[in-house]
Each structure stands twice: as structure tokens, then as C-alpha cells.
């Protein structure tokens, strides 16, 4: 699994057709505040198993404000799918998306990355899979690392 973590002052995801009005965009998910926004990419071999490993790890962390873990200060994460971590452009003029795990195997390992962050006890929101999303956040530092388990 690989995870693009981003240190916010605040994110949401948005999707059309979540309001009454099915051509608007309608929030879906959104932290207020320091946390993180972290898109998660699922590859072929990836397990619950690795899922857990990087919920702890996303769980503690040191990269907010002062060194801080979310878990240190309570800090929400908004967690969204995303295939493009998998993505190769190495050759030609279109990446391939081969290492990217299909939606059937990469959907539950999200889900479980999820819900392995909620049994910790993190305040976790997320965008929809398979969606055609918007993301809006306030990157602080700019602070960007990737992780992989």
C-alpha cells in the first residue's frame, strides 16, 4: 500500500450529485482544523494485514505541528482512494495502470484502512470510492511525505 500524506489546516472531498441538485458538487467528507489528508493507493499483493500496518502508522506518525501525531492531539484525517499512486509514465506519453489492484480487491483494503484508524480511536472522513472526486485542502509547510508498508 502507498499513501501520498499531506499535513492540512483543513480538507474536504467533494462528488457531484451528493446534493439534491445531481450536477453540484456535494461534500462527502471534510476535516476542519490541523490533521491529515491522505490519499491511499492498493497494489496486487496488498492484505488486511498491511492495511493495519499502515493505519498505525498513519495513526502516530510525527509530522504535525510541533512533532505531533494525530494520535498525540487528536488530529482528524480525511482519507480518499486513489488508483494514480500506481500509476507508471516511466515510457511513453500514457501511464499504465497495471501495479494499480482492480476496484474489487482495492475498495476493502481502503475500507479496512479506515476502519483500523477508527479502532484506534481517529475522528476519520473519506471521499467515494470509485467517484469522480474534488479535493480542497490547505497544505501546511507545505508538508508532503509518502508512505509505503
Given at each position: 500500500?502507498?499513501?501520498?500524506?499531506?499535513?492540512?489546516?483543513?480538507?474536504?472531498?467533494?462528488?457531484?450529485?451528493?446534493?439534491?441538485?445531481?450536477?453540484?458538487?456535494?461534500?462527502v467528507?471534510?476535516?476542519?482544523?490541523?490533521?491529515?489528508?491522505?490519499?491511499?493507493?492498493?497494489?496486487?499483493?496488498?492484505?488486511?494485514?498491511?492495511?493495519?500496518?499502515?493505519?498505525?502508522?498513519?495513526?502516530?506518525?510525527?509530522?504535525?505541528?510541533?512533532?505531533?501525531?494525530?494520535?498525540?492531539?487528536h488530529?482528524?484525517?480525511?482519507?480518499?482512494?486513489?488508483?494514480?499512486?500506481?500509476?507508471?509514465a516511466?515510457?511513453g506519453r500514457?501511464?499504465?495502470?497495471?501495479?494499480?489492484?482492480?476496484?474489487?480487491?482495492?475498495?476493502?483494503l481502503?475500507?479496512?484502512?479506515?476502519?483500523?484508524?477508527?479502532?484506534?480511536?481517529?475522528?476519520?472522513?473519506?471521499?467515494?470510492?470509485?467517484?469522480?472526486?474534488?479535493?480542497?485542502?490547505t497544505?501546511?509547510?507545505?508538508?508532503?511525505?509518502?508512505?509505503?508498508?
Amino acid at each position: 500500500m502507498r499513501a501520498v500524506v499531506q499535513r492540512v489546516d483543513g480538507a474536504s472531498v467533494s462528488v457531484a450529485g451528493a446534493t439534491d441538485d445531481p450536477s453540484a458538487p456535494g461534500i462527502v467528507g471534510e476535516i476542519v482544523g490541523e490533521g491529515l489528508c491522505v490519499l491511499v493507493g492498493v497494489t496486487h499483493d496488498d492484505t488486511p494485514e498491511k492495511a493495519a500496518q499502515l493505519a498505525r502508522k498513519l495513526w502516530s506518525v510525527r509530522i504535525l505541528e510541533g512533532e505531533k501525531s494525530c494520535s498525540d492531539v487528536h488530529a482528524p484525517l480525511l482519507v480518499i482512494s486513489q488508483f494514480t499512486l500506481y500509476g507508471d509514465a516511466r515510457k511513453g506519453r500514457r501511464p499504465t495502470w497495471n501495479a494499480a489492484a482492480p476496484g474489487e480487491v482495492a475498495e476493502p483494503l481502503v475500507d479496512e484502512v479506515v476502519a483500523q484508524l477508527r479502532a484506534l480511536g481517529a475522528h476519520v472522513e473519506t471521499g467515494r470510492f470509485g467517484a469522480d472526486m474534488r479535493v480542497s485542502l490547505t497544505n501546511h509547510g507545505p508538508f508532503t511525505v509518502i508512505i509505503e508498508v
